[in-house]
């Protein structure tokens, strides 16, 4: 079974997001980029990203949303929380 759920918070670090290479996060960059402009919301460190943008993000990375999710937890993009769901690194 999967790790993600419907009630799985996805919170990127935008900061950690800007400074990964872009040949690997530059699909994830731009699609964060979009939501931003879509929301008209430029200012935070953090966005929230809905769980079906994840499986979305899964598809154009050719990765299970779980490998995925493991892959921006490496990258530190998303960090694990203590009960499973996914919060960004405040540090
Ligand atoms: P929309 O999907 O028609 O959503 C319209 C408005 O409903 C949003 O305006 C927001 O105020 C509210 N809304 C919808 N879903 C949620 C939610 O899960 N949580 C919260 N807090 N509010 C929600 P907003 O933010 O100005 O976004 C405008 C449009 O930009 C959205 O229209 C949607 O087409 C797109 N968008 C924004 N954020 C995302 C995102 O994270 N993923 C995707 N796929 N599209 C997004
Ligand atoms: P979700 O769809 O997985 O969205 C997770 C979080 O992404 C939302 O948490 C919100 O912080 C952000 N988000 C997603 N879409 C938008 C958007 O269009 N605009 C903005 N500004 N933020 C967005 P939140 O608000 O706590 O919502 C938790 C869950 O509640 C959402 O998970 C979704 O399942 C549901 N939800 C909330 N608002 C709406 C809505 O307007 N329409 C629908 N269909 N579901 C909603």
Known sequence: SSAI???TKIVLNL???GSLPADEAGP???YA???QAQRHDYNGKVLSIRTEDLKSLAIIYD???DELTTRLIEWGVLSPGADGSIYADED
Do not use: C, F, G
């Open 5 to 7: 759920t419907k009630s």
């Open 15 to 17: 900061e950690s997001l």
């Open 28 to 30: 994830l960059a731009r």
């Open 33 to 35: 980029s979009t939501i």
């Open 63 to 65: 990765m299970s949303p």
